[in-house]
């Protein structure tokens, strides 16, 4: 079974750009999440998406978006990028079904990686 | 607001010792708690969980202790080996399922 597949993996911008991140779960998941995870922070929450509906959001401003496509991949863009922004940029996917047992475990892709100049 | 920290950065350990890692929470409504594992170039695994029904949690090395009334949590790792050196991640969630919350992880580095 595929795993959880993130493009690009390494990315270079400049500020005021936009960047689109793409993530494909795993076969079967319905719920994609978005992390970012730099120094000293940890993995903050940016937002998660089931069946192409955001259900959950992170406090990011609005410079950052998602969106989730009836196959269940997902998209975030990220527009003005700012040098703050550089960061490992993590996806999850889970079968995320409310009222389904689950064991609340997420499956993260290996992330890509922005770098802001 | 940080719901979940992990207040070592770091954390040096001889192998075959014990690695106790640590977390603390301050949301009483958290109700599920995980540990990930991170190596470098690599996104965070599932290592171990434990419902707010119970207060340890084992799997074979690895062990996880919880005690509500402190909202503390800890990952027990016995025996320490050099490959288990890597970021570990606490996280929690109000709900199995629901979601997850992380600290900002403790870097474990087993020597030989």
């Known amino acids: 079974k595929a795993g959880v597949t993130q493009t690009p993996r390494y990315l270079i911008k400049t500020r005021g750009q936009q960047v689109t991140l793409s993530c494909s779960p795993i076969?079967?998941?319905?719920?994609v999440s978005w992390y970012q995870q730099t120094p000293g922070q940890g993995l903050q929450f940016l937002f998660e998406?089931?069946?192409?509906?955001?259900?959950n959001k992170g406090n990011f401003p609005g410079r950052f978006s998602g969106r989730q496509f009836s196959n269940s991949r997902s998209e975030m863009n990220v527009s003005t990028l700012e040098l703050g922004d550089s960061a490992l940029y993590l996806c999850?996917?889970?079968?995320?079904?409310?009222?389904?047992?689950?064991?609340?475990?997420?499956?993260f892709g290996e992330g890509s990686r922005l770098t802001v100049l | 607001d940080q719901q979940v920290k992990q207040n070592s950065p770091s954390l040096s350990v001889q192998e075959g010792r014990i690695s106790i890692l640590n977390c603390d929470y301050t949301?009483?409504?958290?109700?599920?708690f995980l540990w990930y594992k991170k190596y470098p170039a690599e996104g965070p695994t599932f290592l171990i969980s434990?419902?707010?029904?119970?207060d340890k949690n084992e799997d074979g090395r690895f062990t996880v202790f919880l005690n509500k009334s402190a909202k503390h949590l800890s990952l027990h790792i016995v025996p320490s080996q050099p490959g288990d050196s890597a970021v570990y991640f606490c996280?929690?969630?109000?709900?199995?399922?629901?979601?997850?919350?992380f600290g900002q992880g403790t870097e474990l580095s087993v020597k030989p």
């Open positions: 999850a996917s889970s079968l995320g079904s409310p009222g389904q047992p689950n064991t609340g475990e997420l499956f």
């Open positions: 076969s079967g998941h319905r719920s």
């Open positions: 998406y089931f069946s192409e509906t955001q259900r």
């Open positions: 949301n009483s409504m958290f109700d599920y």
């Open positions: 434990i419902s707010s029904i119970k």
């Open positions: 996280a929690a969630s109000k709900w199995q399922g629901g979601k997850l919350i």
